[in-house]
């Protein structure tokens, strides 16, 4: 499979713990989106790596938020102390430079 | 603050009819433009990307550009119920001299009656 991958599928977690997610994109993809979305919203832009630099982060990334692509390949995002306003779908894109963004299958966060 | 607006409907068809969207944008020096298709409970799936002024036609699917006016619009021809999804309108954004992050309206609903 050559699209882009993200683990876990579903997250339900206790408001307070920390939850991390993973997302691989395709390949010879240098470009990786983290983006947030909830019902009836579009998705919301968090953050975005090229290759291994994290070119741009949203002010919605608040500290409790962190990114990393540590080697240009694969991404995590984690959440630290979550809240039930953290429950969302989080999606991840990849693509070459600014073309086409492709996404993966998304992580539905449920926080209780 | 970059804004990529959209109606977000819902836009009602019926079978066979031309469906239209519609989404504009505010930042100038935007450079790529894409139509995403969503189908509830799922993720967002690219259906077409448009760079240049004018039309751009894949198969039922015709995207239209006009960045004086900034606007981006897609036509659904022969629209089916199958075409039944909520429709995003992305932009990329502009940063430091490079193009940047994409921004999405908030997507248009669009429902085929058969």
């Known amino acids: 499979d050559t699209g882009v991958s993200q683990d876990p599928r579903h997250k339900i977690t206790k408001r307070g713990q920390n939850v991390t997610f993973r997302c691989d994109p395709i390949?010879?993809?240098?470009?990786l989106y983290w983006y947030r979305q909830t019902l009836g919203q579009g998705p919301e832009f968090l953050t975005y790596?090229?290759?291994?630099?994290?070119?741009?982060k949203s002010r919605l990334l608040s500290d409790r938020f962190s990114a990393e692509r540590p080697k240009g390949s694969f991404s995590t995002l984690e959440i630290q102390r979550t809240e039930q306003g953290d429950s969302a779908m989080y999606l991840c894109a990849s693509s070459h430079s600014h073309t086409e963004a492709f996404f993966g299958q998304g992580t539905r966060l449920t926080v209780v | 603050q970059k804004e990529v607006e959209q109606n977000s409907g819902p836009l009602s068809v019926p079978e066979g009819a031309i469906a239209s969207l519609n989404c504009t944008y505010s930042d100038r020096v935007s450079q790529s433009f894409f139509w995403y298709r969503q189908y509830s409970g799922k993720s967002p799936e690219l259906i077409m990307s448009i760079y240049s002024n004018g039309d751009k036609e894949d198969g039922r699917f015709t995207a239209q550009l006009n960045k004086a006016s900034q606007y981006v619009s897609l036509l659904i021809r022969d629209s089916q119920p199958s075409d039944s999804a909520t429709y995003l309108c992305?932009?990329?954004?502009?940063?430091?001299?490079?193009?940047?992050?994409?921004?999405f309206g908030k997507g248009t609903k669009l429902s085929v009656k058969p």
């Open positions: 390949s010879e993809h240098n470009r």
């Open positions: 790596f090229q290759n291994e630099a994290q070119l741009e």
């Open positions: 992305a932009v990329n954004g502009w940063n430091g001299g490079s193009q940047g992050n994409l921004i």
